[in-house]
T-cell receptor
Framework: SQTIHQWPATLVQPVGSPLSLECTVE??????LYWYRQAAGRGLQLLFY??????ISSEVPQNLSASRPQDRQFILSSKKLLLSDSGFYLC???????????????FGAGTRLSVL | LAKTTQPISMDSYEGQEVNITCSHN???????ITWYQQFPSQGPRFIIQ???TKVTNEVASLFIPADRKSSTLSLPRVSLSDTAVYYC????????????FGAGTILRVKS
């Protein structure tokens, strides 16, 4: 079966510090990968998605970036965090288009980031 | 991507059936309707998905009328543990599988 791992679970970082959140998926190949952010009491905001190694699409211009160095690894980064970067970050995966699946995304447990 | 409209919140009592309706007037021919559930400080969890008529699984039922401009998630005999946010999403198996999560419906189940 497929599993998705996301770490760390919580993170407290000072303003201006760098960020690296990692997400890995097991039990599948060539998944679509996603990074979302959720502000308190709000819906999910899609930040980045990737359909393959090195293929990243950005949905929201900001000081965050994403990379996909391996097929099942997705990394969210920042060189300098802002206060507004605080939130709940979620990684998700979905089967690739050629698997005949119907747009179902599977989420990790999330990372609670507090920028102080 | 089709825009969806859901009630902001709903209250229910244990043992009742809960129906949450989602409007999606501009749904496209090839769009599917998917519902997710999210508990506090957890990632959303897939509940059910359908294209037309009725779909049922061990957790819920999804009713979709012929015009597909709305859908209703039905949760039978809810319990306190069903208190969560429920999201209705409409989308296509398109490039990147992008889905848009709105604010969802906060369901509060009381004893």
């Amino acid at each position: 079966s497929q599993t998705i791992h996301q770490w760390p679970a919580t993170l407290v970082q000072p303003v201006g510090s760098p960020l690296s959140l990692e997400c890995t998926v097991e039990g599948t190949s060539n998944p679509n990968l996603y990074w979302y952010r959720q502000a308190a009491g709000r819906g999910l905001q899609l930040l980045f998605y990737s359909v393959g190694i090195g293929q990243i699409s950005s949905e929201v211009p900001q000081n965050l970036s994403a990379s996909r160095p391996q097929d099942r690894q997705f990394i969210l980064s920042s060189k300098k965090l802002l206060l507004s970067d605080s939130g709940f970050y979620l990684c998700a995966w979905s089967p690739p288009r050629d698997r005949g699946a119907k747009n179902i995304q599977y989420f990790g447990a999330g990372t609670r980031l507090s920028v102080l | 991507l089709a825009k969806t409209t859901q009630p902001i919140s709903m209250d229910s009592y244990e043992g009742q059936e809960v129906n949450i309706t989602c409007s999606h007037n501009n749904i496209a021919t090839n769009d599917y309707i998917t519902w997710y559930q999210q508990f506090p400080s957890q990632g959303p969890r897939f509940i059910i998905q359908g294209y037309k008529t009725k779909v049922t699984n061990e957790v819920a039922s999804l009713f979709i009328p012929a015009d597909r401009k709305s859908s209703t998630l039905s949760l039978p005999r809810v319990s306190l543990s069903d208190t969560a946010v429920y999201y209705c999403l409409v989308g296509l198996m398109e490039y990147g599988n992008k889905l848009v999560f709105g604010a969802g419906t906060i369901l509060r189940v009381k004893s």
